[in-house]
């Protein structure tokens, strides 16, 4: 049940009511996507229309082994979200290494849960998400280009919203195949957007991670973007 809204609430309770309202329908819009995404797999499609894999299969490359050491050191003692992240394998493997504070896995695809055995949960990056935690840092690796077109400021958006302090994405870049890569973008472009929205290219610790990584595709798309200035109340958004 949404809470409601009093007459007699001061401006505060109000927001705070607004805020719940707002949560409320974001996991409700959440778990209809996911059963959405169930039917639509059910039907044979490699993936949901969010872009979330129907089943990994062998189809999913998994963790970079030796990009992790890397990522361990430059996350050290931070709290992480993943967008995106499979069946958890950079979460498993991260949090094996000791240095990481806290890691949180989110991923579109419909059986993640299923499959994760609870290691990661469900989320749809094509719908607003609200109601969840602000993070140190967000990433997704190699996430972005399975987004629609038409989904891609939403997608953003929330990866903005829960990053405190910075974001370690890959975005594929155009000529790169893969299944339902339907939004390839250059690195420019990917550099532009970022700093349009207040995250500016850490180039010492996008180095020390390409040359750590092993796929090909990290070696050239994966960047580190820090927060160039940081959010006092940035919970009130996320």
């Given at each position: ?48 229309a969010a872009g979330g894999y129907c089943s990994r299969g062998g189809k999913h490359l998994g963790a970079d082994k030796t990009l992790l050491p890397a990522l361990s050191d430059l996350l050290q003692g931070k709290s ?33 849960e299923e499959e994760s055995k609870g290691n990661v949960k469900y989320m749809d990056l094509t719908i607003p998400q609200f109601g969840l935690p602000v993070y140190d840092w967000v990433v997704s690796i190699e996430v ?95």
């Open positions: 049940m949404l809470p409601v809204i009093g007459s007699m609430q001061s401006n505060s309770n109000i927001t705070d009511v607004i805020r719940q309202q707002r949560n409320a329908v974001s996991a409700m819009l959440n778990k209809l996507s996911k059963r959405i995404g169930v039917l639509q797999c059910e039907r044979k499609r490699g993936t949901a992480i979200a993943s967008f995106g992240d499979g069946t958890g394998e950079y979460k498993t493997k991260l949090l094996g290494l000791g240095k990481i504070k806290s890691y949180d896995s989110y991923d579109g695809g419909p059986f993640t972005a280009e399975h987004i629609p077109k038409e989904y891609e400021k939403i997608f953003l958006d929330n990866i903005f919203r829960h990053a405190n302090e910075g974001i370690i994405l890959s975005w594929a870049v155009p000529g790169q195949g893969g299944l339902n890569h339907v939004n390839n973008k250059p690195i420019e472009y990917v550099i532009e957007v970022m700093n349009n929205h207040g995250f500016q290219r850490d180039d010492t610790s996008s180095k020390l991670l390409q040359e750590a990584s092993t796929f090909p595709h990290l070696k050239r798309n994966l960047y580190a973007y820090k927060r160039r200035e940081l959010m006092k109340n940035l919970h009130m958004l996320a």
